[in-house]
Nanobody, 118 residues
Framework: VQLVESGGGLVQTGGSLRLSCAASGSTFSINAMGWYRQAPGKQRELVAAIASGGGSTNYADSVKGRFTISRDNAKNTMYLQMNNLKPEDTAVYYC????????????WGQGTQVTVSS
């Protein structure tokens, strides 16, 4: 499974961005997916996750009500709509997928930079 993020960039406080994660390869084996982020000097943290069918989602408390995760399995693409962005949202955002049959493996994208200016 290969994952490629896009949609990052520079935005002002209060602005919006939409991240995309395009999956290729053995996409039929993908189960849960999610977005993580890592700010300079900090550990990577979970931002949002979505189940294989898209019916179940969960969010970090810091982004609840502002970010929305979704996925289009027909397009093998996951999204993160980010609204009301804050400077503390500045980080490299990574796409994650868990895939496999009996044994699950973790796959990561290369990351996309999101910078929110104050």
């Amino acid at each position: 499974v290969q994952l490629v993020e896009s949609g990052g960039g520079l935005v002002q406080t209060g602005g919006s961005l939409r991240l995309s994660c395009a999956a290729s390869g053995s996409t039929f084996s993908i189960n849960a997916m999610g977005w993580y982020r890592q700010a300079p000097g900090k550990q990577r943290e979970l931002v949002a996750a979505i189940a294989s069918g898209g019916g179940s989602t969960n969010y970090a408390d810091s982004v609840k009500g502002r970010f929305t995760i979704s996925r289009d399995n027909a397009k093998n693409t996951m999204y993160l709509q980010m609204n009301n962005l804050k400077p503390e949202d500045t980080a490299v955002y990574y796409c994650h997928a868990r895939a496999g049959g009996g044994t699950q493996f973790d796959y990561w994208g290369q990351g996309t930079q999101v910078t929110v200016s104050s």
